[in-house]
């Protein structure tokens, strides 16, 4: 089923509106077109987005929704210490499980296994399964990734090597001189 000429709902800027009765059974295939793209990388702060596909399945039971499948994504970062662009490709594993208003409780306590996945609420009978792959596509960009050229960078601003800069090395600092 091909979900690229749903709707677009105000606000999202690749939205893809799932009506909960009339949702069917098969894999939708999500892709962002060039504005939608352009859109998310400017939300993301990210240099442009030339791929963002999704293939994702959807299992209701009652109002609550399965989603799994994979998304499948190239864009362009800056490198955290150079600034140089930094392309990436992502082919991510998705699940996560739409529920409606009003179930999800973030301040209960519970323990969470390996199957466990992320909830997403959605109001009335309709989510917006493009947003929820944006969503997606934010968890995989790594903020501090770094490029070829991060070393050469650090060198020539004076900067210390991560190994001598980050966390493990503050702890190093504690630790007693032999």
Do not use: W
Request: proline share 5%.
């Amino acid at each position: 089923m091909n979900d690229n000429t749903a709707p677009h709902q105000a606000g999202s800027e690749f939205s893809r509106p799932v009506e909960c009765a009339r949702m069917g059974d098969g894999i939708r295939h999500l892709v962002a077109d060039e504005n939608e793209r352009a859109a998310l990388a400017a939300r993301f702060g990210l240099i442009g987005v030339s791929r963002l596909e999704a293939d994702i399945a959807l299992d209701a039971d009652g109002e609550t929704v399965m989603a799994t499948g994979i998304l499948r994504a190239d864009f362009v970062q800056s490198c955290a210490v150079s600034g140089d662009d930094l392309p990436v490709s992502v082919a991510e594993s998705l699940a996560f499980r739409l529920v409606p208003a009003g179930t999800y409780r973030p301040d209960e306590e519970v323990e969470l296994s390996a199957e466990d996945c992320d909830e997403i609420e959605y109001t009335g009978g309709t989510f917006d399964l493009g947003e929820a792959i944006a969503q997606s596509l934010a968890l995989v960009i790594d903020p501090y990734a770094t490029g070829p050229n991060a070393e050469q960078a650090r060198q020539k601003h004076g900067l210390q090597g991560e190994d001598q800069t980050g966390p493990f090395a503050a702890l190093a600092a504690l630790k007693p001189k032999k």
